[in-house]
């Protein structure tokens, strides 16, 4: 059986909510809340802004309910919605230029380099800056494409690509042991 966002939902269940039936709502809630929460969970950081996210999605979904044609499964429209809703927070809580790659990188603090924290990926996730760990969840864990992100962030295709490529050398130089950093460096 599938899980999160891949989950099928029956045209019962959406005909129920359709029409505004609270326990069709609460069983859709039920089936993909957790998914919501997860995926603004990991772009965030913060439980509270997810559980935000989670509530505004909700909200919005069942307002516009009788607009959903089922081109696509049911979970992938509500996924679609998430990130979206999720990138408008990331882009809400900017402080630099939207168009500046350089600046989102230089305003990041250090990477620690403790053994802990190169062994705890989602660690080493939370101290990237929101709009790349965004980049980074959305792309390489939610298969999202460039030309997908450069539609929700409002940018360009490069844009998208220069951010990932940053973060993912910014996650490896920390993930990397320090003898290692050090033999590179003396090669």
Not at 41 to 51: H, T
Not at 65 to 94: E, H, Y
Not at 130 to 156: D, N, P, S, W
Not at 179 to 184: G, Q, W
Request: glycine share 6%.
């Amino acid at each position: 059986m599938s899980s999160g966002f891949g989950q099928p939902l029956d045209r019962v269940t959406l005909e129920r909510a359709r029409r505004g039936e609270m326990a069709a709502y609460a069983a859709i809630y039920e089936r993909f809340g957790g998914a919501c929460y997860n995926l603004a969970l990991r772009v965030l950081g913060e439980p509270a802004a997810a559980e935000d996210i989670v509530q505004e999605v909700f909200l919005k979904m069942f307002g516009s309910l009788r607009g959903f044609r089922g081109d696509a499964p049911f979970g992938a429209w509500l996924k679609r919605m998430t990130a979206n809703a999720t990138i408008d927070a990331v882009r809400a809580g900017q402080r630099f230029r939207e168009d500046d790659p350089d600046a989102l990188f230089e305003s990041m603090p250090a990477l620690a380099a403790d053994a802990e924290d190169r062994a705890d990926a989602w660690s080493l996730l939370m101290r990237l800056p929101q709009r790349a760990r965004a980049v980074v969840i959305l792309h390489e864990v939610e298969g999202y494409t460039h030309k997908e992100l450069a539609e929700l962030f409002g940018q360009t295709e490069s844009y998208s690509k220069s951010i990932l490529a940053r973060a993912l050398k910014r996650l490896n130089d920390a993930a990397q042991p320090a003898s290692s950093k050090e033999a590179v460096r003396d090669a």
